[in-house]
C-alpha cells in the first residue's frame, strides 16, 4: 500500500528553523515528483516546493531563499528544511505525489510560527 508519513512539526519563533520530513512506501521513489503543499485555515492549499526525480527544485515565491526541498532516494524520503520562518509561514504541512494516476498525501503535520 502506499503510505507517506510526516513527522518534524512543531512550534517555533520566529526566525528559528525547522526540518520536516516525508518517509513513502509503495511507490517506486527514485522516478516520483515530490511535493510540498500547506494550508491555513480560511485559506487554500497552496504549492510550498516540489522535487523531480532529476533532482531539480521548485518554490513559490515567499519561501525562496528560506526552504529547501530535499530528496533522499536510499531512504524513500523527501525533506524541507524551513529556515528564518515567519508567522505568515504558519499552517499545516502536507507531502504530495501523484502515483499511477492518483494523488497520494501524507497525513499532515502542524507548523506554528510565534512572535
Known amino acids: 500500500q502506499v503510505r507517506l508519513v510526516q513527522s518534524g512539526g512543531g512550534l517555533v519563533q520566529v526566525g528559528d528553523s525547522l526540518r520536516l520530513s516525508c518517509r513513502t512506501s509503495?511507490?517506486?521513489?527514485?522516478?516520483?515528483?515530490m511535493t510540498w503543499y500547506r494550508q491555513a485555515p480560511g485559506n487554500e492549499r497552496n504549492l510550498v516546493a516540489a522535487?523531480?526525480?532529476?533532482?531539480?527544485?521548485n518554490y513559490t515565491d515567499s519561501v525562496k531563499g528560506r526552504f529547501t526541498i530535499s530528496r533522499d532516494n536510499a531512504r524513500s524520503t523527501v525533506y524541507l528544511q524551513m529556515n528564518n520562518l515567519f508567522v505568515e509561514d504558519t499552517a499545516t504541512y502536507y507531502c504530495?505525489?501523484?502515483?499511477?494516476?492518483?494523488?497520494?498525501w501524507g497525513q499532515g503535520t502542524q507548523v506554528t510560527v510565534s512572535s
Open positions: 509503495g511507490i517506486n521513489f527514485k522516478i516520483a515528483r
Open positions: 522535487i523531480s526525480s532529476d533532482g531539480s527544485t
Open positions: 504530495h505525489t501523484s502515483w499511477r494516476s492518483v494523488n497520494w
